[in-house]
């Protein structure tokens, strides 16, 4: 038989360990059964139906597994390929009548005898069997129920058969096995208690009223006699069988009978492992499938308290099947309500299901969680899933508003009275309630948000009132206010736990500013607009907040200034805000959320952005309503953009959140100016290098915390970890300051910085920072003070009226010394400048979020194009700094990590650049805009009354940011987009030509330069290739710039006997790769041929006169023509030539070529490289012209035939260089000549002969011996 190679392999694949594979296998080997019409192939189905059969009685378990499930699977999806009686005829053939010659081979038929009922069953063909015919498979199988250590897997398959079989064949064939199996049920507790007790009860259901010797006519198992029985039978069983009994007990509703004392051995502390795994077993199974009165039954205080303590710990030896179960538990419970439904395992064995049975409902798991164990999701593992986490993010609708109110109580008392809930449990006891009570603050967020989620939030504001104060009452506590009376608890609140409390309420608002209206409708020309409910909590909290704080506002004014005009500030904001005013709803909410955070951490800086915020929204008002505006200040959207500014640079989430809702609300309200672009570019464009122009101020590096890294995946990394950083600076101590961002420690980063940077700067950075006098005053009385005795005064420096000190009393000076110094250390000049550049750079890539929302949602040309010029520069920035760290050019690896890690270090003092990619993603949002958007921005434009200048600055910037080296495909695409959407807007004129050409004149000037003397311009040829590629309008104002360079140069050489330079040849072929590329743009009809009816045929005639007036006669000639001289040229011209013969006859022009002149070109006396193009136009344009007139499917078979024709060619010219190499081996002597695998010979190497001179040395060898072990187990069998 003949087969595929790798339809062989699948056979392996299907009997190794790999379930993966496996099933990979099996669909591949049951679809290369049949062709592409569905037909069988004879030859692979009879060696797969013998294969499969016999490998039933393979000695592997896993390769027995493997062709069993194929097997049926054949069976099932193929069941004409095998018959009933072809099927038993391979068993008999391979099974049955085999002669074991080993013990192990026995034992792997005994195993094929249990496989082959399970088989038939499996496929459905038992029923299909006449009594007759399934006798002998179940008398051989029965004859195997002696051996012991396949009873197991006899009473496995006996119940399949059972469940399958019609009752007459049952009673007629398992009559006198059921006999012996009750017996053994009646007398012994064994192992198989379960299984037997399966099987009989199956056994009597499918026996209903027959008579079957000793059995019972009827099996209750809430009856006293198979309590006992029940119970050892989970005690014993394992897997399947397990879920098989709970299946069985919840029918007869036995379960509730037994469970009190089963529940009992099973949550023993000394239970073994077994039983533990038991338990969960049956915990998971009735949540998945027995649905909500017994889950309620199931889950008490002990099972739930055993579940989770085998998460707790990874040490744990069921620790993995606990989690395994949880997961699948909690995925079946929320697949209704997720996206992605979680596959629920299947059953091995069938069963006999209710209609009405299915998984518990999330709101009764998470009852029975949150009432029996509210601390479960603290105890489990890192790794393990927590259960009542779980069900509110994924399930949080199906929860009821009653049981997360119920927890969020449970968890507050938990807060304020930790010892309540730590009594009894002795997991709880080991833990510190600092952290106890952070989880509770943790926890408690999650479920308001749960709660208050929008957009139909399940409760209202005023019910769930307390659990908001709750958090400012006791994040108060930082400032050692005394707590409500009832609030007072059992021990006092430390001041990480009041930490912990600001950072979950700041969380809570963040998440419901991110959920705000309009999120789950967002679109090109929509924000997200902030939420109603969002500015109603926040007055709720900060009118309690007054309340609370009513009696010791006093006290609290002197380390929080200004607070009680703040508060007042802050609730008559939220008040006048209207819901429709949804800028004025943003700056309320901006300025209440800032006051709060300003409570948990009080800075001067935050106590004027608050006072600027709240006189921004007084003039907004003020001008809306039409009263006269104060000229003599600032306009109020610079004046915000300022505070946003401010807010961004903060290290906590929540400001940042809350300012950049702001900023968009003031883009999309068309309230912004030119002056916030201007502030924003200012921070942008700042550099902190000593070589820049720009300085940062001392006073915003002393207000910058926190400096982080500023690489955009660092910074992305870093706000997605906020969340964790905070519950971890939550919980590290008393001493730990309030701050969403996680600090990172700069002391290793800035020696690595260090060890790079040249000498050269270090030397200009130590000049630039001197020690103040105050300082140096300071420092010496903390000297003195550390000598003690031993220091001597100004007037006692030249006295001999000393001491000696003894060892101890100088090394302790010798610490107090070194302690002072450590005290009055300072910041070396690179750390101060590194600080200063990581602030900055943290400030200026937040920057970039609000230059992608003017692009993004703005349509005032005074804000939308200036950001377009910005972000231009800094993408050619970017782009420049990317190809210095990242050269093309292969070179010393050591010499680019120097490089690199040079590079690495300037960027971390100077701050100055963002990545490449994600300035670039920001300017792709210029083509994403909305029609509506890009409507309005295109009349606002034109509407202007220097558009032409506005438009043409763009452009000219356009030119500049193309001045890059070798720049990526991706940037010059997106710079051709930008370039592609002013000339969309400058269409849209009344007087387009006329504006046209003065957008354009920046890239004609430039274009010019390239086409003529292209050393001269800086700019990326790839750009204005893209740009003719993709514009139709540059394309038209370029291409008689190109035709003029085109023709110059034409008459040019033919006129001068001086052959070009080198530049200029440059610039031509420059020049025809432009026309090629426009060319290519109308063979593929993107542009309109009526703006270039002539120029292909213009140029063919041209280039063809020029080619006809070349004495081809003449080697000397040819080789110095100036379209042959160098390659890049050559294949400049023919291509172009190409292209514009495609495009004429497109146009329906006739082009004539004389033969002699394709001839010639054909068998050009030039190089092979240069003949190369000329020969391929020449054979495009003479099958071009025969094809002319042709259908499609004509030209298809003409292509065919010339293929062929090259192919035999080839063959050919192979044949008859291997005919001359025979005979010249023949005239040689006969050498061997070997043949290669294209048909050319090759002859064999000879080996240089020995001269006479030469002598041969013979070497010395080790004698092989080659030792054959004597197998005797080979001699024995044969």
Same mark, same amino acid.
């Given at each position: ?941 034109? @509407? /202007?009354?220097? *558009?032409?200048?506005? =438009? #043409? ?8 940011? !193309? &001045? $890059? ?108 790769? @432009? /026309?090629?590329? *426009?060319?290519?743009? =109308? #063979? ?8 270039? !009816? &002539? $120029? ?108 062929? @024709? ?7 010219? #192979? ?64």
């Amino acid at each position: 038989m003949t087969v595929d190679r790798n339809f062989l392999d699948l056979f392996w694949t299907i009997s190794g360990q790999d379930r993966t594979k496996r099933c990979e296998a099996v669909e591949q080997l049951l679809c290369s059964l049949t062709d592409n019409n569905g037909k069988a192939k004879p030859e692979y189905v009879d060696y797969t139906k013998e294969r499969l059969v016999k490998g039933l009685k393979s000695f592997s378990a896993d390769a027995r597994i493997g062709f069993s499930q194929t097997l049926c699977s054949l069976l099932c999806k193929h069941p004409s390929f095998v018959t009933n009686s072809q099927l038993l005829e391979l068993f008999n053939k391979h099974i049955y009548s085999t002669a074991a010659s080993s013990t192990k081979e026995e034992k792997s038929v005994k195993y094929a005898y249990i496989l082959c009922p399970r088989v038939l069953c499996e496929a459905d063909r038992i029923t299909q069997l006449k009594l007759d015919q399934i006798k002998p498979v179940v008398d051989r199988f029965l004859s195997l129920s002696s051996t012991s250590n396949l009873k197991a897997e006899i009473l496995s398959v006996s119940q399949l058969l059972v469940s399958k079989l019609p009752p007459k064949f049952v009673h007629k064939l398992f009559s006198d096995f059921a006999q012996k199996v009750w017996q053994l049920f009646s007398l012994t507790d064994s192992e198989l208690l379960g299984d037997q007790l399966l099987f009989l009860l199956r056994l009597r259901r499918r026996l209903k009223g027959i008579d079957v010797g000793e059995l019972p006519a009827s099996f209750d198992l809430s009856s006293k006699m198979f309590r006992r029985k029940l119970i050892k039978s989970f005690q014993h069983s394992a897997g399947d069988t397990i879920l098989s009994l709970v299946d069985e007990t919840v029918k007869q509703a036995a379960l509730k009978t037994i469970w009190p004392k089963l529940s009992g051995l099973l949550c023993d502390e000394n239970a073994s492992v077994r039983c533990r795994k038991t338990l969960m077993q049956i915990a998971s199974h009735i949540i998945c499938q027995h649905g909500d009165d017994w889950t309620r039954y199931i889950l008490s205080e002990p099972v739930i308290l055993v579940l989770t303590r085998q998460m707790s710990k990874p040490t744990l030896s069921c620790f993995e099947d606990a989690c395994s179960l949880m997961r699948q538990c909690l995925q079946t419970v929320c697949a209704p309500y997720t996206k992605k439904r979680a596959a629920v395992v299947q059953r091995a064995e069938p069963m006999d299901t209710d209609d009405g049975r299915g998984p518990t409902s999330p709101s009764t798991l998470f009852s029975c969680f949150a009432e029996l164990h509210p601390t479960c999701d603290l105890i489990c593992a890192h790794s393990a899933p927590k259960p009542l986490q779980f069900l509110m993010n994924f399930a949080h609708q199906a929860i009821g508003s009653e049981a997360l109110v119920s927890y969020a109580t449970k968890l507050m008392r938990l807060f304020i009275q930790p010892k309540s809930f730590t009594v009894g449990h002795s997991d709880l006891d080991a833990i510190d309630q600092n952290v106890l009570r952070s989880f509770a603050a943790f926890q408690l967020q999650r479920v308001l948000w749960c709660l208050l989620r929008p957009p139909t939030p399940s409760v209202s504001l005023d019910s769930i009132e307390q659990f908001l104060t709750f958090f400012v009452t006791f994040g108060l506590t930082v400032h050692n206010l005394p707590l409500p009376a009832d609030y007072q608890s059992e021990t006092p609140i430390g001041r990480s736990v009041a930490n912990a409390c600001w950072l979950s309420f700041f969380r809570l608002l963040t998440q419901l500013a991110s959920h705000s209206e309009g999120a789950a409708q967002k679109s090109h020309d929509k924000v997200s607009a902030p939420h109603s409910l969002l500015s109603d909590a926040l007055l709720l909290v900060t009118k309690a907040t007054v309340e609370l704080l009513d009696p010791t506002i006093d006290q609290l004014e002197t380390s929080v200034p200004r607070l009680s005009s703040h508060l007042h500030q802050s609730i008559s904001l939220l008040k006048k805000a209207c819901s429709e005013d949804k800028l004025g709803l943003a700056m309320a909410n901006l300025h209440a959320v800032t006051l709060l955070y300003y409570l948990s951490n009080p800075s001067d800086n935050l106590n004027v952005l608050m006072d600027d915020l709240a006189e921004c929204f007084k003039r907004r008002r003020n001008c809306h309503k039409g009263h006269p505006l104060n000229d003599s200040g600032p306009a109020w959207p610079s004046v915000l953009t300022d505070v946003v500014l401010g807010l961004i640079s903060n290290p906590s989430t929540m400001l940042r959140s809350f300012a950049r809702t702001l900023f968009d609300q003031l883009i999309v309200s068309g309230d912004a100016s030119k002056e916030c672009v201007r502030l924003i570019c200012d921070v942008s464009s700042i550099r902190v290098d000593r070589r820049s122009v720009k300085k940062v101020d001392d006073d915003e590096d002393d207000e910058a915390e926190g400096l982080i890294a500023f690489s955009d995946e660092e910074l992305d990394t870093a706000e997605g970890k906020d969340d964790a950083d905070e519950e971890l600076d939550a919980e590290t101590g008393p001493n730990s300051e309030i701050s969403e961002d996680k600090e990172v420690d700069e002391t290793g980063s800035d020696q690595s910085e260090q060890s790079v940077s040249e000498s050269e700067s270090d030397d200009d950075l130590e000049e630039q920072i001197d020690m103040d006098e105050a300082h140096l005053t300071s420092l010496r009385e903390q000297i003195k003070t550390a000598l003690g005795p031993a220091a001597l005064g100004e007037d006692e420096i030249d006295s001999t009226s000393y001491r000696e000190f003894t060892d101890a009393e100088m090394f302790a000076q010798d610490e107090a010394l070194a302690a002072a110094f450590r005290a009055n250390r300072l910041s070396t000049p690179k750390r101060t400048i590194a600080e200063r550049a990581r602030s900055l750079g943290q400030l200026k890539m937040r920057c970039l979020d609000q230059f992608e929302c003017i692009l993004q949602h703005s349509s005032q040309p005074e804000v939308f194009w200036p950001t377009i010029t910005h972000m231009l520069n800094l993408a050619k920035e970017a782009c420049v700094a990317e190809r210095k760290t990242y050269p093309t050019e292969k070179q010393d690896t050591t010499r680019n990590l120097k490089k690199l890690r040079q590079r690495l270090s300037d960027v971390a003092r100077s701050g100055d650049l963002p990545g490449l990619q994600r300035v670039l993603e920001i300017l792709k949002r210029v083509t994403s805009r909305g029609l509506n958007l890009e409507s309005q921005l295109t009349k606002a434009t034109l @509407a /202007l009354p220097n *558009v032409a200048e506005t =438009l #043409a600055t763009v452009t000219t910037t356009i030119v500049d940011a !193309s &001045k $890059v080296g070798s720049p990526q495909p991706y940037y010059l695409n997106v710079i051709t987009a930008i370039t592609q959407f002013v000339f969309h807007v400058a269409s849209a004129c009344s007087e387009a030509e006329k504006l046209l050409i003065a957008v354009s004149e920046p890239l004609l000037k430039e274009f010019h330069i390239y086409v003529t003397s292209t050393r001269k311009s800086s700019i990326a040829g790839g750009f204005f290739l893209t740009l003719l590629h993709q514009s139709q309008v540059f394309a038209t104002h370029a291409t008689p710039l190109m035709l003029d360079a085109f023709f110059k140069f034409l008459e040019s050489a033919s006129s001068s006997n001086k052959a070009p330079d080198g530049a200029q040849l440059f610039a031509h072929t420059n020049c025809c790769n @432009a /026309l090629g590329m *426009v060319f290519q743009a =109308l #063979a593929e009809k993107r542009y309109d041929d009526s703006c270039f !009816s &002539k $120029v292909p045929k213009r140029i063919f005639t041209r280039s063809i006169r020029f080619l006809s007036g070349l004495n081809y006669d003449s080697l000397e000639d040819v080789r110095c023509f100036v379209w042959f001289s160098k390659l890049s040229v050559a294949t400049a011209v023919f291509n172009l030539l190409t292209w514009a013969t495609k495009v004429a006859r497109r146009q329906g022009f006739e082009l004539a070529l004389e033969p002699k002149l394709i001839q010639i070109l054909r068998n050009l006396p030039c190089k092979s490289a240069i003949r190369k193009p000329a020969r391929k136009f020449a054979n495009f344009f003479s099958q071009s012209v025969n094809a002319e007139g042709l259908s499609k499917e004509e030209k298809q078979a003409i292509k065919a035939q010339r293929k062929q @024709a090259r192919r035999a060619k080839r063959k050919e010219k #192979a044949l008859l260089q291997q005919e001359k190499l025979v005979a010249l081996n023949k005239n040689k002597g006969g050498e061997h000549v070997k043949t290669t695998q294209n048909g050319i010979g090759k002859p064999k190497a000879r080996k240089p002969s020995k001269t006479s001179e030469s002598h041969h040395v013979s070497s010395l060898k080790r004698k092989h011996t080659s030792y054959k072990r004597k197998d005797t187990k080979k001699q024995k069998l044969s």
